[in-house]
């Protein structure tokens, strides 16, 4: 059976957030840990205030200690498989496989 960390929607509420920050193109980087099974998870956040509908996010797992700031949206475009949402895309998530582009 699949943690709650892998069945969207996501509450904040069942991670720990372990670091985060913003990035030179003002996404902002979480690295979390699930409380649960203790798999860590880095999300990509952009939201542009002034545009109506613009918030989307991606989410992946992170099998790595841990990651810089300005290396995660890098990162997001290599991978395969996770999750994204917001209402850019008009839902709460959704897993994709395959690349993904930040844009």
């Given amino acids: 059976m699949k943690c709650h960390c892998e069945i969207p929607p996501f509450n904040h509420q069942h991670y720990t957030e372990l670091y985060g920050g913003y990035d030179n193109k003002h996404g902002h980087v979480e690295v979390s840990q699930c409380i649960k099974c203790k798999q860590k998870w880095i999300k990509y956040l952009i939201e542009e205030e002034w545009q109506t509908n613009s918030g989307r996010?991606?989410?992946v797992k992170l099998n790595s200690s841990s990651i810089e700031i300005?290396?995660?949206r890098e990162f997001f475009e290599k991978q395969t498989l996770g999750f994204f949402g917001g209402s850019f895309f008009g839902h709460a998530g959704k897993a994709f496989q395959g690349k993904v582009r930040i844009r």
């Fill in 57 to 59: 996010w991606w989410r």
């Fill in 70 to 72: 300005e290396d995660a």
